[in-house]
């Protein structure tokens, strides 16, 4: 349902690269959405021309590959549908950014973010507060936040305690409570699988050295070098 919202509404594509771009066009056209791409082989006056014909709503969908990240301003877009990953925290703000500026004039009155890929997991929700920095350091949610939550009606992401009852913003469902994973204790060890014949020999000497030390019997050596090798 909330795909096909975005169809009706106008929406911006970001695609991985060229040829996936102009599969999904085509994927797009041959579902009946008056849909384009535009791209770097393309001459510059074609680009120009789809990109008005999207602006008057001519097209529904346009989708491009690393050509709108930055510096496009059409505050009338409505969607963006990410079909791409996002390594970056400022590369997820600068897409999802495209659809986020007000437009009175068109009466926009939401904005429609299809993550694909699942890159608000990774990097927030496009309106958390953020911390920038000029010493070169990543960008970062500010403060401590809620978990971010993924409604199992309507695929919606909201913040929320992450093991409490909640009900998502967008379509009212009631998510239920969950229990607290339970958290026990262990003792962390070397990861022992590829130890040579001379390494385990060097183990099995020095806990027969800690037997005799402790006042143990032989025995007890045995079971924790069974324990340390799993070995019958």
Do not use: M
């Amino acid at each position: 349902g909330r795909a096909a919202d975005g169809l009706l509404r106008r929406a911006l594509f970001f695609a991985r690269d060229v040829r996936h771009g102009r599969a999904i066009a085509e994927v797009l056209r041959s579902a009946c959405v008056p849909a384009d791409v535009i791209d770097s082989e393309l001459p510059l006056d074609v680009r120009r021309a789809r990109l008005g014909a999207h602006r008057r709503g001519e097209l529904r969908a346009l989708v491009n590959c690393q050509l709108l990240t930055e510096g496009y301003d059409d505050p009338s877009v409505e969607v963006i549908v990410l079909a791409r990953g996002c390594s970056h925290a400022g590369t997820w703000i600068q897409i999802v950014g495209r659809a986020l500026r007000p437009s009175p004039a068109t009466g926009k009155r939401d904005a429609l973010v299809l993550d694909l890929l699942g890159s608000v997991h990774e990097h927030g929700l496009p309106d958390d507060d953020r911390e920038y920095s000029l010493t070169g350091k990543p960008i970062t949610v500010a403060g401590e936040t809620l978990a971010i939550r993924q409604c199992p009606s309507c695929g919606g992401v909201f913040r929320a305690a992450e093991f409490a009852a909640s009900t998502c913003p967008r379509c009212g469902y009631a998510l239920p409570a969950r229990k607290d994973p339970r958290v026990t204790r262990a003792e962390l060890q070397r990861i022992r699988a590829t130890h040579s014949l001379g390494a385990r020999r060097a183990a099995w000497e020095a806990l027969l050295a800690q037997a005799r030390e402790r006042g143990y019997k032989p025995g007890w050596a045995w079971h924790r070098y069974r324990a340390l090798y799993h070995c019958a």
